[in-house]
């Protein structure tokens, strides 16, 4: 427990959530020099499924069947209900689901 709290990784803690919060601010601050044309509107609203997108790919690669039957189920209940949430759980549920059947790895 004292490993936690030498000052090497609470100075890097604190370093890596300054920086967080710098650039959400930063961000949010930017922001408001943009025109939010329709264009930018719709960069925006695509912005989370390719957040989405961008995390799991490297986990289909790498996965097994398991895997991509989990992306399978995720990606038509985002396409059939427009829920990036209840699509990432569903992926989630499908998987530990398949897991705990024993099927893959």
Sequence with gaps: MS???HSD?????AVMTAVTVASRLGGFWLMG??????RVRRMLDALP???IVAAALPVAVKGGPIVMIALAAAIAISI?????FLAVATGM?????????GFGG
């Design 3 to 5: 490993e936690m709290l």
């Design 9 to 13: 990784v609470m100075i890097a803690f």
């Design 33 to 38: 020099y943009v025109n939010v044309t329709p």
């Design 49 to 51: 499924g390719s957040i």
């Design 80 to 84: 059939l209900r427009r829920n990036d």
């Design 93 to 101: 549920l499908v998987a530990t689901l398949a897991r705990a059947a």
